[in-house]
C-alpha cells in the first residue's frame, strides 16, 4: 500500500485502490481482465514458497499489495500468468496489467481456481492444509503435494473453496471432529481482501516510470526487466530481441553472449550511448534503444566474428573476460545489415588491445572505469581519430607462467589456451593438425595435459601444487596422453612425432623437454611462452 502510494503520487497518475475477495480477482483472472505485460519477468516461485504465502494468508500476515496499470489499449506482446494461459481479453473493456506482485497473483489464482488447466501440469504442485498438524506461528500448515503424496486421513485441498460442489463433498467426507477446523479454514480464506493499488492511464511511458520508481524503491526488479519497460513499445520487446540473437548465436558457439543479461545490457548501453555504465542502463532513451537496436546486434556480432576469426575463440568460456565485447561491439556496430570496413592498422590496434587487456587481467579488478575508457577510445579508433585503446600497461614477466596454475575457470589459464592457439599447434603423437575449433568448444580437461605427467612428478617428489604450472600445460589431448602415458620425457619421446614443427608449434624447447629436469624445462619453457605473448601485445 505505502508503495503503490509513492508511486502514484509521484508520478501524478489517476489511481483507484480497492481489495477484491480472492473470489473476486480469480474471477477477474478468469475474465482476461488481469493479464501479464512481456516486460515482466516469468513466475519463478516454486511450490514452497506458494504454500508459505498460503500460511501467510491463513494466519493474517501481511502479504503486499498487487499494483495494476489500467488501460484501454492492448498490448501485442504478453506472458501467460504463470502456467496458466489466460483467455482472450472482453471486448472494449479496460485490462488491468500487472507491474508488482505478479509472483503473489499467481500463486493465489493457481492454488484456488478451478478452470484453467495449467501447461505443464508437472511443474505445478496442489497445495493441501495439514489439519493434523498443531497450529505454530513458524511452522507452515500448507504443503505442496502430488495425488500419490496425499493422505486423506490428513490434507485437504484448497483448489476446492471456491468450487461449492467439490467442496461440499470433500467437506462431507472429512470426519466430524475435524469439520470445525476445515470450516474455519474456509471463513478466513473466503473473507480475505486482496489490497490492490490500480493507476489509470493510456499513456505507456508512464508504464516506463512506475518500473523505474519500484526498482527505486527496493522492489526486486533486474536491469533487463527495468530497461524493457523503458524501450517497450507495441512491436518491440527488448526481453524477446535478445532471446532471439541467443538462438541466432547458438549454432556458432556463442549461445551464451544472448543468455549473459549484464554483458547484453553493457553492450546495448555503450553501442547507444556511449557509456556502459549503470546509471546510463536505466536512463537509456527507449526509442532511441528500438532505432539503434539494429547497431547494438550487428555490433555483437561483428565482435563474435573478429574474436571467432582473428583469435580462435569458438565459443563465449574461451574468452578470458566476456567483457572484452563490449568495446569490440561499439566498433563493429552498423546499421541494419551492413558491415564496418575495418584497416588493417585498426586490426593491429583491437588485435594488441586484446591480448594487454588479456595479459594484464584489465576486466578483473576496476572494471567499469577501464571498460568506459576502452569504449571512447574504440570509438576514436572507429571513427578514424588518434585513439590510445592500445596504450595501456601490460607488465608481462615469466612468473606468469610458473606462479599461475593451470584452471580452465581462470582468467590467466584462459588467456594461455589462447595464446596456445595462434600457434595453430599439432598433434604430438600423429603429428596432424589439432582440430581447435573441436578442441576449444569443448573446452574441458581432456583437451589438455601435463608435458611433464603427474605420475612422474610425484615418483620425484614434485609436491602437488607445484606439478601444474601454465609452462607444464599443452594441447593434448586424451588418447594422445594415453600413448604418452606418465613415463619420463625421454621415455616417450620415441612416441612423439618426428614432424619438425610439433614442438616448436607448442611452444616448447625440445632439448630441455627431454633432458628429465623438469625446473629447467619449464624456466625455459616460460621464457618462449612470455616471447610470444610480447609478440602479440606488441606486433
Known amino acids: 500500500m505505502e508503495l503503490a502510494q509513492q508511486l502514484i503520487l509521484s508520478a501524478n497518475f489517476s489511481k483507484e485502490h480497492h481489495m477484491p475477495s480472492i473470489r473476486q480477482l480469480i474471477e477477474s483472472v478468469s475474465d482476461g481482465r488481469v493479464r501479464i505485460p512481456a516486460f ?40 501467460d500468468l504463470g502456467p496458466f494461459q489466460l483467455p482472450p ?35 505445478w504442485a496442489d497445495i493441501y492444509f495439514d489439519y493434523r498438524v498443531d497450529a505454530d506461528a513458524q511452522e507452515s500448515l500448507f504443503v505442496p503435494l502430488s495425488p500419490s503424496e496425499v493422505d486423506p486421513e490428513r490434507h485437504f485441498p484448497l483448489n476446492v ?87 541466432e548465436l547458438e549454432p556458432f558457439g556463442f549461445k551464451g553472449v544472448g543468455e549473459d543479461v549484464t554483458l547484453l545490457l553493457r553492450c546495448c548501453a555503450a553501442v547507444v550511448d556511449g557509456d556502459a555504465s549503470p546509471k546510463t542502463l536505466v536512463s537509456l532513451n527507449g526509442t532511441k534503444v528500438r532505432e539503434q537496436f539494429s547497431y547494438v546486434v550487428n555490433g555483437i556480432k561483428g565482435a563474435i566474428d573478429f574474436v571467432r576469426r582473428e583469435l580462435k575463440v569458438e565459443k563465449l568460456d574461451n574468452l578470458p573476460h566476456s567483457t572484452l565485447l563490449v568495446p569490440l561491439a561499439v566498433f563493429f556496430a552498423a546499421a541494419d545489415s ?36 576502452d569504449v571512447e577510445e574504440a570509438i576514436k579508433l572507429k571513427d578514424g581519430e588518434l585513439s590510445k585503446l592500445d596504450d595501456i600497461p601490460a607488465q ?93 620425457p625421454s621415455d616417450y619421446r620415441t612416441r612423439i612425432s618426428r614432424q619438425n614443427d610439433v614442438l616448436k608449434r607448442a611452444l616448447c624447447p625440445e632439448e630441455d623437454l627431454f633432458a628429465d629436469d623438469y625446473e629447467a624445462f619449464i624456466k625455459t619453457r616460460a621464457r618462449i611462452l612470455l616471447g610470444a605473448a610480447n609478440s602479440l601485445m606488441n606486433s
Request: proline content about 3%; charged content about 25%; aromatic content about 12%.
Open 338 to 373: 551492413k558491415s564496418v570496413k575495418m584497416t588493417a592498422e585498426q586490426r593491429s590496434t583491437l588485435l594488441r588491445w586484446f591480448w594487454k587487456s588479456c595479459f594484464s587481467a584489465r576486466y578483473g579488478r576496476v572494471v567499469q572505469r577501464n571498460l568506459q575508457v
Open 396 to 488: 608481462v614477466d615469466d612468473r606468469f607462467f610458473l606462479e599461475n596454475n593451470f584452471n580452465l575457470n581462470a582468467v590467466s589459464s584462459k588467456t594461455f589456451v589462447l595464446l596456445l592457439a595462434q600457434e595453430r599447434p599439432l598433434s604430438l603423437v600423429s603429428g596432424s593438425s589439432i582440430n581447435l575449433s573441436a578442441a576449444l568448444q569443448a573446452y574441458n580437461r581432456n583437451e589438455f595435459h601435463h608435458l611433464y605427467p603427474q605420475s612422474y612428478l610425484r615418483s620425484l617428489g614434485v609436491p602437488a601444487e607445484q606439478q601444474s604450472p601454465l609452462a607444464n600445460l599443452c594441447f593434448i589431448n586424451a588418447i594422445d596422453n594415453k600413448v604418452l602415458g606418465g613415463d619420463a
Open 89 to 123: 481479453r472482453p471486448d472494449d473493456y479496460p485490462i488491468d496489467y500487472v507491474l508488482d506482485g505478479q509472483q503473489r497473483l499467481t500463486s493465489i489464482f493457481g492454488v484456488f481456481q478451478t478452470e484453467l488447466e495449467a501447461i505443464g501440469k508437472a511443474d
Open 40 to 79: 515482466q519477468r516469468g513466475f519463478v516461485w516454486d511450490a514452497d514458497r506458494v504454500a508459505q504465502l498460503m500460511d501467510s494468508i491463513y494466519k493474517g500476515y501481511p502479504f503486499g499489495a498487487l499494483l495494476f496499470w489500467r488501460t484501454r489499449a492492448e498490448l501485442k506482446t504478453e506472458r
Open 161 to 247: 473453496f471456491f468450487d461449492a460442489s467439490k467442496y461440499g463433498s470433500a467437506f462431507r467426507a472429512l470426519p466430524e471432529s475435524v469439520t470445525p477446523k476445515i470450516d474455519e479454514l474456509y471463513s478466513r480464506f473466503k473473507e480475505v481482501d486482496v489490497p490492490v493499488q490500480t493507476f489509470v492511464t493510456d499513456d505507456r511511458t508512464g508504464v516506463a516510470i512506475v518500473f523505474e520508481r519500484v526498482n527505486r524503491l527496493g522492489v526486486e526488479l533486474d536491469t533487463l526487466q527495468l530497461l524493457s519497460a523503458w524501450t517497450w513499445s507495441d512491436d518491440f520487446d527488448l526481453q524477446r530481441r535478445f532471446e532471439d540473437l541467443s538462438e
